[in-house]
């Protein structure tokens, strides 16, 4: 048979890919590693276009015009259409934070560049990804990069032979393979998200289009039922502490390539990929890609608590009717020149890629429309955004300068920095000589250092901040502070639920007596906490704040949010919150203990010494 005529097994191949995303994506921990339908995608992608170039190459008929004129027509109008579609739902339900995220995303979307963006914004402040609409495009961006390299790559490659080209594909496939364990050992977001760390997977789909070339290849059920074995091992197997895409990813991808060159016409392993729905599937799946991830984030952007399994279902059913609207309505007629001449194409994929990347543009200088929830005559806009955690910074040093007042090290993770913010915003702040430090941490021995113990001798003070800790940690930190003469004192836990975005619906007049439920494990862990620490020297936000210990405040009395990312405070929440704990009876306590003593800091000069 002809190697490059329509396979009805491959649309099946992509059913197998993109229903575990879908579900993966839409909470059924069963399909725990449904992420790998990617790496399917990626060696399908890998081999039609490669074999596509093959043919055009060894014909004499190549041009990269009419290359990207069909990927363009492919990928693009779709793409266009989910981006556009999201855009009023953002800003109906997003917060200016991951609304101002979300119009990144739209213009590196559009740019194919979102992989990079993922990249360089991951981390500890990154949004949750079941809140990011366009999550998912960092794929295509993938797929676009080898796209603009491949054509040309194997272009000159084949100046000096087929077999040059296959051992020059097979030499990057084995460089990005070794480059993306390189990144896994050091940062495996940037492994995740780059091309350089996923060439190796697309590669393998263009070796395995080399090798049908060649026609030396026959179907075989035994491989190809190994390859869709190791593709649904992978599936049900991995999780998200799978380490990924390392080694692991050996098994989806070496699995797919086993389907495409194994699983030919006339194999009971074809048979079953051909399946009418299966094709029926691969065939909308594309656009099934395209539509599920905004379909999941705006649902549970708009919920305030995570959505239900049967809830997911409907969703899952409303991907599948959109999808099959787009695939009708949108993909087949671009595709079809027929349908749309090239003049047409080009025109208006390039008006609406300028709309997008200008729409997006402007949310973004705007700072996300903060305006649209928030009253901008009482608080400005950075206010309420995560940035207002990072102003702390310049309270990090490891001297006081001397005069009358006490010295209090504040030390712990970025909540730390959200009870610095309490203290500033307060009066409290005056009466001290604050050092807010990171460096350390609570339960291990970086304190016994020389650095250490002379900063913890210069301090009168010491607030440890949202730190999980045992007992053993803290009858050492007891007996430490006691021999040092430093007043202890730790802040328990807070948190602000599932999501915040829902309760921007809430009328202004209303938020004030709105309350977040507070998620059961951060809860759990406030109690044990309290089990450990002497209730004089734990000051307690939910027991301060909250009247049954499992609630918070989401807005202050203005109705202002007291907090942009679930876990830590705005201004308003500096404020609001700091009232609270201020009044307390531990902190008073905490004061009298301080108060015992002089100053260290008048015993000592500007760099710590007697």
């Avoid at 008929?61 to 009419?66: L, W």
């Avoid at 930190?477 to 004192?489: F, V």
């Avoid at 951060?522 to 307690?540: G, H, Q």
Wanted: hydrophobic share 50%; glycine share 6%.
């Amino acid at each position: 048979m002809s190697k490059l005529e329509y396979r009805p097994e491959i649309d099946g191949l992509r059913a197998i890919a993109v229903l575990p995303v879908i579900l993966f994506h839409a909470g059924f921990h069963l399909f725990s590693g449904g992420y790998v339908g990617v790496d399917v995608f990626f060696v399908i992608s890998g081999f039609l276009i490669t074999g596509i170039l093959i043919r055009e190459i060894d014909s004499g008929t190549f041009s990269v015009v009419r290359f990207y004129e069909r990927r363009a027509r492919r990928i693009l109008p779709a793409l266009y259409i989910v981006v556009i579609c999201c855009v009023p739902f953002a800003v109906w339900l997003m917060l200016p934070d991951p609304f101002e995220n979300f119009a990144q995303s739209a213009i590196a979307t559009t740019l194919f560049a979102n992989n990079i963006l993922l990249d360089l914004t991951s981390g500890y402040w990154d949004l949750a990804a079941e809140f990011k609409p366009l999550l998912h495009t960092w794929s295509l961006a993938v797929e676009e990069q080898f796209y603009f390299v491949v054509p040309i790559l194997l272009w000159g490659l084949w100046k000096f032979g087929k077999q040059t080209a296959f051992v020059g594909f097979a030499l990057l496939a084995v460089a990005s393979f070794a480059i993306c364990q390189y990144w896994m050992a050091r940062d495996a977001d940037h492994a995740f998200y780059m091309l350089h760390t996923r060439a190796w997977e697309l590669l393998i789909g263009s070796l395995a289009a080399f090798a049908m070339r060649s026609g030396q290849i026959r179907g075989n059920d035994l491989f190809g039922f190994l390859g869709l074995g190791a593709i649904i091992a992978s599936i049900f197997w991995f999780d998200e502490n799978t380490q990924f895409p390392g080694y692991a990813a050996l098994l989806p991808t070496l699995g797919t390539a086993a389907l495409l060159l194994f699983a030919q016409r006339g194999t009971y392993c074809a048979r079953f990929l051909s399946l009418r729905a299966m094709v029926w599937v691969g065939l909308l799946s594309y656009s099934l890609y395209l539509w599920h991830q905004p379909i999941f984030a705006f649902a549970r952007i708009y919920a305030y608590e995570p959505i239900t399994p049967a809830i997911a279902l409907v969703l899952i059913g409303l991907t599948f009717a959109l999808s099959y609207l787009s695939w009708k309505f949108v993909e087949t007629p671009f595709r079809s020149a027929s349908t749309m001449s090239l003049r047409s194409v080009a025109v208006s994929l390039s008006a609406v890629s300028v709309a997008i990347v200008g729409i997006s543009a402007a949310i973004y200088v705007q700072q996300g429309l903060p305006g649209r929830f928030f009253d901008l005559e009482r608080n400005s806009p950075a206010d309420f955004y995560i940035a207002y955690n990072m102003r702390v910074h310049e309270y990090e040093r490891d001297t006081f300068p001397a005069n009358s007042q006490h010295n209090l090290l504040i030390a712990g993770n970025s909540e730390a920095r959200d009870f610095v913010n309490m203290l500033t915003e307060s009066d409290e702040a005056d009466r001290f000589n604050i050092s807010y430090r990171t460096s350390f941490d609570i339960c291990r021995a970086d304190w016994d250092s020389e650095k250490g113990l002379d900063l913890l001798q210069s301090i009168d003070g010491l607030i440890m901040v949202s730190y999980s800790m045992s007992s053993s940690c803290w009858e050492q930190w007891d007996s430490l502070a006691t021999s040092t003469g430093t007043t202890l004192l730790f802040v328990g836990r807070k948190n602000f639920g599932y999501n915040l975005n829902a309760f921007t619906r809430i009328p202004r007049d209303d938020r004030p007596n709105a309350r977040v439920k507070i998620l059961p494990e951060i809860a759990a862990e406030n109690d044990r906490l309290k089990s450990i620490i002497p209730p004089t020297y734990f000051l307690d936000i939910l027991g301060t704040i909250s009247e049954d210990n499992r609630t918070l405040p989401v807005f202050d009395e203005y109705g202002a949010l007291v907090s942009a990312d679930r876990v830590h405070v705005t201004k308003p929440g500096a404020i609001l919150f700091g009232r609270y704990l201020f009044a307390t009876d531990t902190w008073e306590l905490f004061l009298e203990r301080i108060a015992r003593n002089p100053p260290k800091s008048s015993r000592h000069d500007a760099s710590g010494a007697p």
